[in-house]
Each structure stands twice: as structure tokens, then as C-alpha cells.
């Protein structure tokens, strides 16, 4: 089940956020996050009328997704940047697609025209997963993040979603 995020679900999704950014390269931040930023992010989401949603099987939230603007400036308001994370037990269950497919019709809705994802060169895995989604490279900057006492690639990749 796909469904919005209340501010009950922030241990879920610390669960789910905070070991990514300890293990993995798939973001470069490498501060974790704590309950209470969580608590902030969600209203700020909630005000700003962005989305934050779940994926949850059986009363597990597994995964989320989200977006937000791409650049600050009027000229940028229908490009948005999106977020999307699972837990390891939730990879190759079609979850993320559906948070993905989700996440495009609400922004659909909204008048945005295509989403935007910065995702670290090293993620293959992310990158493949947003080509399956029809998202396609287009840029690549050199050396943009430090974590794990190396530079890594930041690969953006777009989906348009209007014509």
C-alpha cells in the first residue's frame, strides 16, 4: 500500500533513512538525521503541499519517496527533485515502482513537468533503476560529493512527465 506520511511514521522512516546514509553511497550526506528533523521535513512537505509517501506491507513501512524543488527561482517551479529510498528487504519487490508511479501522478497533478534525480555515480543500482523508469541521463558532474574519504560522480537523470 502506497499512503501519505504522518508524523507518527518518522521512526519508520529514521529506519529506513539513517543506515543509508551510514552504509552507502547512495547519498553524500553523512549526517543522520534525527526525529525531530524528521518532524520538521514532514510539516515543511505538508505546508509547501509536497508529497512524502509510503510504501508499507502488513504495518512495515519500507520505503518512501518525496520531492521538492529542483532550484529555487519562479523560472524552476515546475521541475521538482525527488527522493526515493527503501529498505534492503523491500529491493526487486516492485515497491519502489509503485511509489515512483505514485509519486509521478501527484506531481502530474500539481503542473510539475518532469522530475529530477541527483543520484551518486557509485548507486548503479539507482541509475539502473531510474532508466527502467524512463528517466535518462543528463549531466554528469565530476568529484561533486565526498563521503568514504573519496570523491564520487553525481549523476542527474530526468523523466519529463508532460509534453
Known amino acids: 500500500m502506497i499512503r501519505a506520511a ?35 521535513l514532514l510539516a515543511a512537505k505538508a505546508g509547501a503541499g509536497q508529497p512524502f509517501l509510503l510504501a508499507e506491507e502488513a504495518g512495515q513501512v ?33 515497491l519502489g515502482r509503485a511509489l515512483m508511479a505514485t509519486l509521478e501522478t501527484v506531481a502530474r497533478g500539481q503542473d510539475i513537468a518532469s522530475l529530477m534525480g541527483g543520484i551518486s555515480g557509485e548507486n548503479t543500482a539507482g541509475i539502473a533503476f531510474h532508466r527502467a523508469l524512463g528517466f535518462q541521463e543528463v549531466g554528469r558532474i565530476p568529484q561533486a560529493g565526498w563521503k568514504f574519504g573519496r570523491w564520487m560522480d553525481l549523476v542527474l537523470m530526468q523523466k519529463i512527465l508532460s509534453a
Open 6 to 40: 504522518a508524523a507518527a511514521d518518522g521512526a519508520a522512516i529514521l529506519r529506513i533513512w539513517n543506515p543509508v546514509i551510514r552504509y552507502t553511497a547512495a547519498t553524500f550526506n553523512n549526517v543522520e538525521k534525527t526525529g525531530d528533523e524528521i518532524g520538521e
Open 62 to 94: 519500507l520505503g518512501f519517496a518525496t520531492y521538492g524543488a529542483f532550484r529555487g527561482g519562479v523560472g524552476y517551479r515546475r521541475i521538482a527533485e525527488h527522493t526515493i529510498l527503501l529498505d534492503p528487504s523491500a529491493h526487486g519487490r516492485g
